[in-house]
């Protein structure tokens, strides 16, 4: 891109000549162990004997390391190579070898690319994606599908596989759909297994990070796995790489830039394409990042690595890159720069041992991660590396389990409660108490008048009707008995208490 802009078509033949042929170089490369085999019907195992399918997979999606995903494979002619999205299409569970819905999309390579193809299948809702190669007798486990740029956001893994594979496991689907439509006749379902199993050694995982220092996409990957990185600490064992190689087809104005020249070899980095970094100033950053980790790494992790990596992403990264920045950034770290001349004086050796260990681990792009001598497929993201390392275990830590982090969190914020906090809390209870103090003595009053009157009503009814009073006057007249025996029996009694008290008042008078 950079040559082209600059119209240099001379360098950019050179250089994609040197690039044709570190791709020919990864095409044989081994990753990470994947058993794929047929689980269904009997008749397709045998065509397949038992044995593993040969395939490869994407550098995009996640990839669940350490977990087995069993499922029905489904192919659909009308959109067989994936290439637009699966309308009025939904995925039925029956045939599915568990309880957890897993289908497998068959389709066809060629069209689009990879990516397209994945997140199509994704959105059907399919749990893998399973390419089938177009070439005759090719084999699968010599090609890397790369990401196209557009496969952010897949989470499904995408695996290919060879031409011949690819045509048994389709005519087979075909003819078990086409028998379960003839009633008469049972067919069982395709069903591939898939275990994403990752090599464990000993108990110890060691991974390491390839990253072109200074680069601002490596940068910002390593401040994403900084947390996890500490986490893991003394578990995991991590070693960071850099970029280094040698340039035979470079100009001499490309070479001084670019290159360091020692008396029996030179050593070469890219130059940042977006900025004027030049190599020489990528390799001095990244000998002084190795030399950071080496001094200051001791059995509980790189500690001051990575806070000082996780302060050039955030502030030195790219074209921001500056020596006075980098020291800045040493400073906020606590890193004493004496202690570190004594790394930095045989540089030759470090990048001798950088390019060789890059030759022999065969890194196809960067950032990188290899876990256990295996090179990191899918997605980088810091989450899906860290669950890729605990895969590594033989017995997982308990730094790899979710509530780990969450349980420590709470145990520190136990031991930091305030004053504020307690008073908070205090108020609260005294509230509430308020409010349940209320509650009873209003409960208790209303039983306390039930009472009374329940008492009243008892006495009430002790007395007997009165036979027959004298008339009263006419302003205390009283009523009949029919009316009487209609209102309720306290207001007669006291009715006709009052009216008795009068008439005795009236003959006294006479």
């Known amino acids: 891109?950079?040559?082209?802009?600059?119209?240099?078509?001379?360098?950019?033949?050179?250089?994609?000549?040197?690039?044709?042929?570190?791709?020919?170089?990864?095409?044989?490369?081994?990753?990470?162990?994947?058993?794929?085999?047929?689980?269904?019907?009997?008749?397709?195992?045998?065509?397949?004997?038992?044995?593993?399918?040969?395939?490869?997979?994407?550098?995009?999606?996640?990839?669940?390391?350490?977990?087995?995903?069993?499922?029905?494979?489904?192919?659909?002619?009308?959109?067989?190579?994936?290439?637009?999205?699966?309308?009025?299409?939904?995925?039925?569970?029956?045939?599915?070898?568990?309880?957890?819905?897993?289908?497998?999309?068959?389709?066809?390579?060629?069209?689009?690319?990879?990516?397209?193809?994945?997140?199509?299948?994704?959105?059907?809702?399919?749990?893998?994606?399973?390419?089938?190669?177009?070439?005759?007798?090719?084999?699968?486990?010599?090609?890397?599908?790369?990401?196209?740029?557009?496969?952010?956001?897949?989470t499904i893994p995408t695996i290919m596989i060879s031409k011949e594979d690819g045509r048994k496991i389709k005519d087979m689907?075909?003819?078990?759909?086409?028998?379960?439509?003839?009633?008469?006749?049972?067919?069982?379902?395709?069903?591939?297994?898939?275990?994403?199993n990752m090599d464990r050694p000993d108990d110890r995982v060691e991974y390491d990070i390839w990253y072109n220092s200074v680069h601002s996409k490596s940068l910002d990957f390593i401040s994403q796995m900084k947390q996890y990185g500490k986490r893991l600490g003394k578990h995991a064992l991590m070693t960071p790489h850099i970029l280094v190689w040698k340039c035979g087809?470079?100009?001499?104005?490309?070479?001084?830039?670019?290159?360091?020249?020692?008396?029996?070899?030179?050593?070469?980095?890219?130059?940042?394409?977006?900025?004027?970094?030049?190599?020489?100033?990528?390799?001095?950053?990244?000998?002084?990042?190795?030399?950071?980790?080496?001094?200051?790494?001791?059995?509980?992790?790189?500690?001051?690595?990575?806070?000082?990596?996780?302060?050039?992403?955030?502030?030195?990264?790219?074209?921001?890159y500056t020596a006075l920045c980098s020291e800045k950034g040493q400073i906020s770290v606590g890193i004493n720069k004496e202690k570190l001349q004594s790394c930095l004086a045989p540089a030759e050796e470090f990048y001798e041992k950088e390019r060789e260990d890059l030759l022999n681990a065969q890194i196809p792009y960067f950032p990188a991660v290899v876990v256990n001598n295996k090179i990191f497929r899918g997605s980088l993201y810091a989450k899906a590396i860290f669950n890729t390392i605990c895969a590594g275990f033989n017995v997982t830590p308990d730094v790899c389990f979710d509530d780990y982090q969450d349980s420590t969190k709470s145990r520190t914020d136990k031991s930091r409660?305030?004053?504020?906090?307690?008073?908070?809390?205090?108020?609260?209870?005294?509230?509430?108490?308020?409010?349940?103090?209320?509650?009873?003595?209003?409960?208790?009053?209303?039983?306390r008048e039930d009472e009374i009157a329940k008492q009243v009503t008892q006495i009430m009814a002790q007395y007997t009707a009165i036979p027959k009073v004298p008339e009263a006057s006419s302003s205390f007249a009283l009523s009949s008995p029919v009316e009487e025996s209609n209102k309720p029996q306290p207001i007669i009694f006291i009715s006709i208490i009052t009216t008795t008290k009068k008439k005795k008042k009236k003959k006294k008078k006479k």
């Not at 439509?181 to 069982?188: A, R, Y």
């Not at 890219?270 to 001094?295: F, H, M, V, W």
Request: aromatic share 14%.
């Open 417 to 447: 409660i305030g004053f504020g906090t307690i008073f908070f809390i205090v108020f609260i209870v005294v509230i509430i108490n308020v409010i349940l103090i209320y509650c009873y003595r209003k409960y208790s009053l209303r039983e």
């Open 173 to 196: 689907v075909i003819k078990t759909e086409q028998g379960r439509n003839n009633l008469n006749i049972v067919q069982s379902y395709v069903v591939v297994s898939v275990d994403f």
């Open 249 to 320: 087809t470079c100009t001499p104005e490309e070479f001084t830039a670019n290159c360091i020249q020692y008396s029996k070899e030179s050593y070469c980095s890219p130059p940042l394409y977006d900025s004027s970094i030049n190599g020489k100033t990528i390799l001095q950053a990244g000998l002084l990042e190795r030399c950071i980790y080496k001094t200051y790494s001791d059995e509980s992790g790189a500690e001051k690595w990575w806070d000082y990596m996780d302060y050039l992403a955030k502030h030195c990264s790219g074209s921001n």
């Open 1 to 154: 891109y950079q040559r082209r802009v600059h119209g240099d078509y001379q360098y950019e033949k050179k250089e994609m000549k040197f690039a044709q042929s570190l791709y020919v170089l990864f095409l044989f490369i081994g990753f990470v162990q994947l058993t794929m085999k047929i689980e269904s019907p009997y008749e397709l195992k045998l065509e397949f004997n038992n044995q593993d399918i040969k395939h490869s997979y994407g550098n995009f999606g996640y990839i669940p390391y350490g977990s087995v995903l069993a499922g029905r494979v489904y192919y659909y002619p009308d959109n067989s190579k994936a290439c637009h999205r699966f309308e009025n299409i939904s995925l039925d569970r029956e045939g599915d070898p568990d309880n957890d819905f897993s289908p497998i999309i068959l389709v066809e390579r060629g069209e689009c690319p990879f990516a397209k193809k994945a997140r199509n299948i994704q959105e059907l809702g399919g749990a893998l994606a399973l390419i089938v190669d177009f070439r005759d007798n090719a084999n699968p486990e010599h090609i890397i599908m790369i990401d196209d740029g557009t496969g952010v956001g897949i």
